[in-house]
C-alpha cells in the first residue's frame, strides 16, 4: 500500500493515544478495563454472547462543557453486531480549534461483533469514518480534506486540539490520531498493557500502543508503525508515508496491527503515522463466533482428541492449529461445518503440543479460540 490512492478511497488511521476515554451514561455498561480485566493488552476471542460492554468505561460530563448536553452513550449487541450509539460529546473540555461550533449528534456506529480476518486488506475511507472511540467519538482517517492543506497530515500540521481531535463542517467532534494528556480516568502507564480504547469498522479492537509480548505478560512492550516518512505531509499525506515490513515483534503490520501472543488479532494506536489503522485486515460482514471450551485428551498410539463448544450459527466449518513445543502455531486440518471434536494423529511420543481451533465464514478466519496443551504419549 503506497501514497495516496486517490481521493476516493484511502486514508487511514485515526487517533488517540494509549489511554483510556471514559464515556458518559450509557446501557449495560461495566467497570472499565483495567489490567486484570481480559480485555487489556489481547486475549483469545470471546465467547459467544458475551457483550464487549466492560471496554465502554463510564464518564460524566466535563463541567467546563456546561453549553453543551452531556456525553451519552448506549452499547448494546445481538448475536452478529456489537452496536453503539453516541451524541458525539466529549467527556472532557472541549477547546474549539476550527470555526465550527461544536454540535449535539447522532451517532450510530455498528461493527462485527465476532470480526473476521481476509485474505487481503481493504483500504479504509479516506474522508469518512474509519473507527470509533470507547466513548462514543469517531474517529476518522491521518488525512485531512481538500481544504486548507490539501489531504495533509492533521497532526504534521497542528491543527487539533490537545487531544488530537477537532470539529468538522457539521460540528461533528472527531479524531485524528492518538491522545497522550487528556484528563481521564486511570491513565495506563508504559509498564501496564493498554486497555481496548476503540472498533474499526471491521470489528477488530484497537488497543493503546502498550501490549503484552508474550501470553504470561511476562514484558509489556510498545507497539510502533513500521510506516516511514518519505515525503511533506504537510498535504497529500498518504504520498508522503510508506509502508516497510519490519520484523521485530514491536513493529505493527500494514494496517497497524497484529496477531497478539494469544492468538487474537487487533490493532494498536501508534505515536507516528498512521496513528490508529494503515488499512482493514478483517470483513465488515459478521463472521462466526468462535468455539470455546477447547479440551484436549491424551490418546494411545501418538494420537490427541480434541473437543470444543460450537458456538456458531453461520460457520463454514473449523481450522484447528498446532503448535509444537515453542513453535509457532501450524494449521492441521479444515473440518466441515457442525463440527464438535477433531483426532490429532501422527504426533511424536514425549512431545507436548498446544492446539486452537478457529470458526470459518463465508465473512473470514474468526480469532482462535483458548489455546490447551497435551502431551503425547
Known amino acids: 500500500m503506497t501514497a495516496l490512492r486517490s481521493v476516493s478511497g484511502i486514508a487511514a488511521t485515526l487517533g488517540i493515544l494509549i489511554y483510556v476515554w471514559v464515556m458518559g451514561p450509557a446501557e449495560a455498561v461495566s467497570a472499565p478495563a483495567s489490567p486484570s480485566n481480559p480485555a487489556v493488552g489481547g486475549t483469545a476471542a470471546r465467547a459467544a454472547g458475551d457483550c464487549p460492554t466492560s471496554n465502554f468505561p463510564e464518564v460524566s460530563a466535563d463541567p467546563a462543557n456546561g453549553a453543551y448536553p452531556d456525553p451519552s452513550v448506549q452499547v448494546s ?7 453503539v450509539r453516541s451524541n458525539g460529546i466529549p467527556n472532557y473540555e472541549f477547546v474549539q480549534t476550527t470555526p465550527n461550533e461544536l454540535q449535539a449528534q447522532d451517532h450510530t456506529f455498528k461493527v462485527p461483533l465476532y470480526p473476521a480476518l481476509v485474505g487481503e486488506t481493504t483500504e479504509i475511507p479516506l474522508l469518512d469514518t474509519v473507527a470509533f472511540a470507547v466513548n462514543g467519538i469517531p474517529i476518522f482517517g491521518p488525512n485531512e480534506g481538500p481544504l486548507p492543506d490539501p489531504f495533509g497530515d492533521p497532526v504534521f500540521n497542528g491543527l487539533l486540539d490537545d487531544c488530537l481531535g477537532h470539529t468538522a463542517e457539521r460540528g461533528d467532534y472527531h479524531y485524528h490520531a492518538m491522545l497522550v494528556t487528556c484528563p ?8 501496564d498493557a493498554s486497555p481496548v480504547i476503540g472498533y474499526a469498522n471491521d470489528g477488530f479492537p484497537i488497543y493503546g500502543p502498550f501490549g503484552c509480548s508474550d501470553a504470561d505478560c511476562s514484558k509489556v512492550i510498545e507497539y510502533q508503525s513500521a510506516w516511514q516518512q518519505i515525503g511533506d505531509p504537510s498535504t497529500f499525506a498518504w504520498d508522503a508515508y510508506e509502508y516497510a515490513e519490519r520484523k521485530q515483534d514491536k513493529y505493527l503490520d500494514q494496517c497497524n496491527g497484529h496477531e497478539g501472543p494469544q492468538g487474537d488479532y487487533h490493532y494498536h494506536a501508534t505515536e507516528d503515522f498512521p496513528y490508529l489503522l494503515g488499512c482493514y485486515s ?3 460482514d459478521p463472521g462466526a463466533a468462535p468455539p470455546s471450551n477447547l479440551r484436549a485428551k491424551t490418546r494411545s498410539n501418538q494420537r490427541v482428541l480434541l ?4 458456538n456458531a450459527k453461520s460457520e463454514t466449518g473449523y481450522r484447528v492449529e498446532m503448535a509444537a513445543g515453542d513453535g509457532d502455531f501450524e494449521a492441521v486440518t479444515e473440518t466441515g461445518k457442525n463440527v464438535k471434536k477433531y483426532l490429532v494423529e501422527d504426533l511424536e511420543a514425549g512431545e507436548t503440543y498446544t492446539f486452537r481451533v478457529r470458526a470459518l465464514s463465508k465473512a473470514g478466519v474468526s480469532n482462535p479460540s483458548s489455546a490447551v496443551s497435551a502431551t503425547a504419549k
Not at 184 to 191: D, K, L, Q, V
Not at 307 to 310: C, E, I, L, T, V
Open 77 to 83: 449487541c445481538n448475536s452478529k453486531y456489537l452496536k
Open 184 to 191: 481521564i480516568e486511570g491513565i495506563i502507564g508504559r509498564t
Open 282 to 284: 478483517g470483513s465488515e
Open 307 to 310: 473437543r470444543w463448544k460450537d
